[in-house]
Antibody, heavy 117, light 113 residues
Framework: QVQLVQSGAEVKKPGASVKVSCKSSGYTFTSYYIHWVRQAPGQGLEWMGIINPSDDTITYAQKFQGRVTVTSDTSTSTVYMELSSLRSDDTAVYYC??????????WGQGTLVTVSS | DIVMTQSPDSLAVSLGERATINCKSSQSVLYSPSNKNYLAWFQQKPGQPPKLLIYWSSTRDSGVPDRFSGSGSGTDFTLTISSLQAEDVAVYYCQQYSSTPRTFGQGTKLEIK
C-alpha cells in the first residue's frame, strides 16, 4: 500500500532553516509528483509546491519563492522540503502528499515545525 | 491564482439530518475537452491529515460512504452529507487542481446540533 512517512517534529529559532523529509513506499517513486502543503495551528491548508521526482521539475507557490527548496532522492524514494529564514508565522504542520490526477491524494502524517526564540 | 471560497464557515446539523457545504471558485475549474471539473473535497479530523472524499467534483474515493456526494460545475460546487453521523464531525475543505498553485477553500467546520 502507498505510504508516505515524514520526519519528526522540529523546533527552530527565527532565521534558521528546517529540512523535512518524506519517504515514499508502495509505488514507483518516479511515476508520481509529490506536493507540499502546510497548516498553521487552527488554520486552513496552504499549498507550497510540487516536484516531479522523475526529472526534478519543480513549481513553487509564489509566496514561498526564494525561501523554499524541494529536492528528491530516487535512491531512497525520499523528497525533502527545506524552508529558510524561518519566522514565527512559519510554525505549522507540514505535509507531503502524493499526486493522483493532479490532486493531493495520499498524505503523509505531517511534521510539526515550531519556530520560537 | 484561483480563489476558493466556502460557505458557511461553520455548520451545526442534527444527527440523521442533511448537511450542505458550498464552494465557489473565482475562475472555472471545468476543463471542457474532458468535461471534468478539477474540484476535490477533503475531510480533516483533529490531529490527522486531510482525507480525500470526492474528486472530479462528484466521484467518491474508494471506501467513502455513499452518504457523501458532490455536485456542481464550472465555479459552483456542493458537498452534501445526506444523513449526518457522529463520525462526520470534522472540517471540510474544497480544493481546485485545475491550475498551479493548487488552492483550498478556508474550511467549513461541521458540528452536531
Amino acid at each position: 500500500q502507498v505510504q508516505l512517512v515524514q520526519s519528526g517534529a522540529e523546533v527552530k529559532k527565527p532565521g534558521a532553516s528546517v529540512k523535512v523529509s518524506c519517504k515514499s513506499s508502495g509505488y514507483t517513486f518516479t511515476s508520481y509528483y509529490i506536493h507540499w502543503v502546510r497548516q498553521a495551528p487552527g488554520q486552513g491548508l496552504e499549498w507550497m509546491g510540487i516536484i516531479n521526482p522523475s526529472d526534478d521539475t519543480i513549481t513553487y507557490a509564489q509566496k514561498f519563492q526564494g525561501r523554499v527548496t524541494v529536492t528528491s532522492d530516487t535512491s531512497t524514494s525520499t523528497v525533502y522540503m527545506e524552508l529558510s529564514s524561518l519566522r514565527s508565522d512559519d510554525t505549522a504542520v507540514y505535509y507531503c502528499a502524493r499526486d493522483h490526477v493532479g490532486l493531493t491524494y495520499y498524505w503523509g502524517q505531517g511534521t510539526l515545525v515550531t519556530v520560537s526564540s | 491564482d484561483i480563489v476558493m471560497t466556502q460557505s458557511p464557515d461553520s455548520l451545526a446539523v442534527s444527527l440523521g439530518e442533511r448537511a450542505t457545504i458550498n464552494c465557489k471558485s473565482s475562475q472555472s475549474v471545468l476543463y471542457s475537452p474532458s468535461n471534468k471539473n478539477y474540484l476535490a473535497w477533503f475531510q480533516q479530523k483533529p490531529g490527522q491529515p486531510p482525507k480525500l472524499l470526492i474528486y472530479w467534483s462528484s466521484t467518491r474515493d474508494s471506501g467513502v460512504p455513499d452518504r457523501f456526494s458532490g455536485s456542481g460545475s464550472g465555479t459552483d460546487f456542493t458537498l452534501t452529507i445526506s444523513s449526518l453521523q457522529a463520525e462526520d464531525v470534522a472540517v471540510y475543505y474544497c480544493q481546485q487542481y485545475s491550475s498551479t498553485p493548487r488552492t483550498f477553500g478556508q474550511g467549513t467546520k461541521l458540528e452536531i446540533k
